[in-house]
Every structure is written in C-alpha cells, then in structure tokens.
C-alpha cells in the first residue's frame, strides 16, 4: 500500500474520530427536535439555552413546519440511537488482534521485514505489528513496531523498517509476533 493512500485513509479515520468525540451526528440532533424532514446532525452550540427558568418562555426550537418544542429538563436528552448502549459509545467494541506472517527478512541491501497481517474483524483497524531482528546466534540486533490499517476481513501487506540501513548487514533471521493487538 503506498504512503499516500495510508495517509488518506489516517486522515479519514482521524476526521471520524473527532466528529464522533465533538457529538456530531448525522442522524439525530441535539436532544429532542421537531425539525421536519429527518432531522439533521451537528455540533452543541454554547448559545443553547436547556435551564428554562433563565428564560421567560423557555427554550423554544422552531423547524421548518412551524412546530414547536419545549424542553424545561436541564438534562441533554440521549437516545439509543446516539449511545447503542445505553451510555457508552458504541465505536468501542473490541478488535480481536490480527495474525502476522513473515515473507521476507531483511538483508543488507533491504533493510525492512515484510510481513502480512490478516484483520479477522467485520471491521478495518490499527494494528500494532511487532518483529524482532535477530542475528546467526538468535540474538536480537532490534525490535521494531509499525500501525498498519487493515481493511475488514482483509490480508496488507506491511514493511516493517529497521532504525538504520547499516544495522541489515548484523540481521540473520527475523521473528515476528504472531499475533498484531489492535489500537
């Protein structure tokens, strides 16, 4: 996979992690709303007024079909739609890790391990690839770790590069984890 497309896919990983965490929703609004149409998502905004006795007729929010709403609670109302369940979000569900393959070592005119990671999950993630270097006597030369994306139920291919290209030249043989944890 080339750095552009995995940094395109970070970059879109990243813009959803932050709509998610800022409550951005492209289902539901904020609380209760009697907006026609589907209602649409967005951000809190200070301006908003949930303490009625700081009002004189309360928090009132008009949609397009003239409707209105009274909310006098001081709470945020929260659906199931917006937490599935009942609180925690639901983009917490754990990954099982990925299993890693060796297909070449390093060498001296290559100074990276390949390896592929295999995601078992219904959905793509992170996950954390380690491999040790080791020389003729199975000494580790260095252990290196990249986060690699792998799409759901999906085979990458990963690089995973020494600190220097000088360090090759001491490298035997390389082992890496069976198993890559998901971020």
Do not use: W
Request: charged share 20%; aromatic share 6%; glycine share 10%.
């Amino acid at each position: 996979m080339d750095r552009r497309g995995r940094k395109l896919k970070f970059t879109t990983v990243a813009v959803l992690v932050v709509l998610a965490l800022t409550g951005f929703s492209t289902s539901k609004g904020h609380g209760r709303s009697s907006h026609s149409g589907g209602g649409g998502g967005g951000c809190s905004s200070s301006s908003q007024n949930h303490d009625s006795s700081s009002s004189t007729s309360g928090s009132t929010s008009s949609g397009s079909s003239g409707s209105t709403y009274h909310d006098y609670d001081d709470d945020d109302d929260y659906t199931d739609d917006t937490y599935g369940d009942g609180g925690s979000s639901s983009t917490s569900t754990a990954q099982r890790d990925a299993t890693v393959e060796l297909v070449d070592c390093a060498t001296p005119s290559e100074a990276y391990a390949t390896v592929e990671v295999t995601n078992p999950n219904a959905t793509g993630g992170y996950f954390t690839v380690t491999v040790d270097f080791l020389d003729a006597g199975s000494r580790r030369v260095e252990q290196r770790t990249t986060d690699e994306y792998v799409a759901a139920n999906d085979t990458a291919t990963v690089q995973v590069d020494l600190s220097a290209p000088g360090i090759a030249a001491k490298v035997d043989h390389c082992e890496p984890e069976q198993y890559a944890p998901a971020n």
